[in-house]
Structure formats: C-alpha cells, structure tokens
C-alpha cells in the first residue's frame, strides 16, 4: 500500500499536514522530536557505559597465587 506513494503523494499530505497544523505547531512539534532522539541516544551511550562498566567490575585477576607471591617479593 505504501510502496505507491511517490513525490507528488507526499508533496500532498505534506501540504495537508501544513495547513491542517500550522507552521509554528509543526515546529514546536520537530523541536521536541529532536530532543527526544537526543535524549534516547544519551539513555543508549549510558546504559552501554554503565553495562562497560559492571562488565569491567566482574572481571577477576585469574593469576595463580605463586605467580602472585612471585611479583611480590
């Protein structure tokens, strides 16, 4: 069904949406898209952070105690 919409379709619902909402709604309402997405992106590179960092927590030194009274002394 959407594979028929070409440029002049689109054209058409753009120029409905335009005057159906206004320029300043559709604006406002770009605005707060682009913040969400900035938003969602920073929850994304946290939670990789966070997940990075849990991850390097777990990590345990595998090292023979010999090996390690060895470096000691």
């Known amino acids: 069904m959407l594979n028929n919409i070409g440029l002049p379709g689109l054209l058409l619902i753009a120029v409905v949406v335009l005057v ?16 969400g997405i900035t938003a969602f992106k920073k929850g994304v590179n946290d939670g ?21 009274e060895k470096d000691k002394a």
């Not at 159906?20 to 913040?35: A, D, H, T, Y």
């Not at 990789?48 to 390690?68: F, G, L, N, W, Y």
């Open 20 to 35: 159906l909402f206004g320029r300043g709604k559709i604006s406002s309402l770009m605005g707060e898209v682009g913040k």
């Open 48 to 68: 990789t952070k966070e997940i990075e960092d849990a991850t390097a927590e777990d990590a345990r030194d595998v090292t023979p105690e010999t090996e390690k």
